[in-house]
């Protein structure tokens, strides 16, 4: 079983940037894509971006595209999120999750949070004004 922890959220101005991570232990982490999504008070969990498992190909919302780069080091075990140009709308838990199944391959595409598993705890990213 994969377990994952995310980190790297803090308070930002409205601007700037912040780097989050996602930190996995367990099974074999490059056998499956990865997800992140937020959630802010009040609303439903949201995709914001996707790496399928080697890295080739990455999905974004369209509210963080241009903006946010999703990443990942199969050696070292680990997905990161690089946000620039934050705004306020930005402020939320997010939250980095593995597909729900091994193995898919770089076409697979879902911004459902069904259809991922293991979730992180979270990690709070607030951006004021």
């Known amino acids: 079983q994969v377990q994952l922890v995310e980190s790297g959220g803090g308070l930002v101005q409205a601007g700037g940037s912040l780097r989050l991570s996602c930190a996995a232990s367990g099974q074999p982490f490059s056998i499956y894509g990865v997800g992140w999504f937020r959630q802010a008070p009040g609303k439903e969990r949201e995709f914001v971006a996707r790496?399928?498992?080697?890295?080739?190909?990455?999905y974004y919302a369209d509210s963080v595209k241009g903006r946010f780069t999703i990443s990942r080091d199969n050696a070292k075990n680990t997905v990161s999120l690089q946000m620039n140009s934050l705004k306020l709308e930005d402020t939320a838990v997010y939250y980095c999750a593995r597909d729900r199944n091994p193995f898919r391959s770089d076409s697979y595409y879902s911004t459902s949070h069904f259809d991922y598993a293991s979730w992180g705890q979270g990690t709070q990213v607030t951006v004021s004004s």
């Open positions: 790496i399928s498992r080697n890295g080739g190909s990455t």
